[in-house]
């Protein structure tokens, strides 16, 4: 199967080419990028040498892409409210999209304003798209859907550990605090004083506060999954680090629940699926142990001094986080193993 990228120059754009270049189902025939068409991919991503020597970048157009009649399937990795475009062109086409954008995240127009600050740019393929998770998706034909919104990488540290217990109806829905710790490689490719090494080096900020974007598709799925509105703080944070994500969640437990039950909850959910790992309570996920793995570490403890769960999830914010979580839900719809090209 022949698949194609546009914007492959990001960060989560550049995991993509590496990642499928060596997928054995499909060949990557088209790679796009404003700034860089015409130049060689491997001149451009040296990690490439070898498989992307014959491959170059071409404009990013929504029209040409769509034209490409040799390609089937396009994974974007456009800033939101640049994908909404690229997607109606290539659906109307009959391609399937595997959005890692914020524009099909949401379930509504409006929550999409309320966060974006801007119309959504095609309000008309949301109920035609389908946001998936894949340990954790909700709709049951989700795989026949031709446009795939990937989730967050904070979501996806949060919603982990989260959904399972709030659907067995283990967690209070409110007080929730959730602090979460990114490494730069989350702020994308950028010229800017503020991500120089020289600022960031040694340096730990919090940033969004109180309305970070995220906030609004966390709170929406975790409100699905519980089946009642959940309010959460949600405290982002930058860290010293090139990629990886940690979020650390405190939550009431329900009258009732133990350790045990979240363990049993996330053992139900998780213990056939590859890239979630539960470890032992007390044994702390670390970002180091998932950097470059499409894995997910998380751990629980249960403090009676306060009645409270602590749960913590680890992930690399370029993988699980975007590219590797895209390439998972494209190996699951289309068909292939879910490992391939994650290994």
């Known amino acids: 199967m022949k698949i194609g990228i546009a914007g492959a120059s990001g960060y989560s754009g ?59 399937v396009w994974f974007l990795a456009l800033p939101h409210g640049v994908a909404a475009e690229y997607a109606s062109a290539l659906i109307a086409a009959g391609k399937r999209v595997f959005d890692l954008s914020a524009d099909f995240r949401l379930g509504t127009p409006a929550l999409y304003k309320e966060y974006y600050e801007h119309d959504h740019p095609a ?35 949060i919603q982990l550990p989260l959904i399972p217990l709030l659907r067995a109806g283990l967690l209070e829905t409110k007080g ?5 710790y990114s490494g730069i490689s989350g702020a ?30 966390i709170e929406e799925q975790l409100g699905a999954a519980a089946g009642r509105d959940v309010i959460v703080q949600f405290n982002p944070h930058l860290a010293p680090l090139k990629r990886g994500i940690l979020s650390t969640i405190t939550v009431p437990a ?27 309570s007390g044994t702390y996920p670390d970002t180091a142990a998932v950097q470059h793995t499409n894995r997910a570490d998380m751990m ?12 913590t999830c680890a992930i690399d914010n370029l993988l ?17 193993p879910e490992t391939a090209g994650l290994y």
């Open 188 to 217: 994308g490719r950028q010229a800017k004083e503020f991500y120089s090494f020289a600022e960031r080096t040694e340096s730990m900020t919090a940033y969004g506060q109180p309305k970070h974007r995220h906030l609004s598709e």
């Open 14 to 72: 550049e995991t993509l080419v590496n990642l499928l270049l060596r997928h054995p189902q499909v060949e990557l025939a088209a790679v796009t990028s404003r700034q860089l068409a015409g130049k060689c991919l491997s001149e451009v991503m040296p990690s490439t040498r070898g498989p992307g020597d014959k491959l170059a970048f071409t404009v990013s157009d929504p029209v040409a892409m769509a034209a490409r009649e040799d390609i089937a």
């Open 300 to 311: 629980g403890v249960h403090d009676r001094r306060t009645g409270n769960f602590i749960v």
């Open 176 to 180: 929730i605090v959730i602090n979460s």
């Open 123 to 157: 309000p008309e393929l949301i109920a035609k798209s389908a946001y998936v998770i894949p340990e954790l998706k909700a709709l049951a034909d989700w795989q026949h859907k031709s446009l795939i919104a990937c989730p967050g990488c904070y979501p996806t540290s």
């Open 320 to 336: 699980k986080g975007a590219a590797g979580q895209a390439i998972q839900n494209f190996n699951l719809a289309l068909g292939f």
């Open 254 to 280: 329900a009258a009732g629940a133990t350790i045990e039950a979240v363990y049993a909850a996330w053992n139900a959910t998780y213990t056939e699926r590859p890239f979630v790992k539960v470890l032992p």
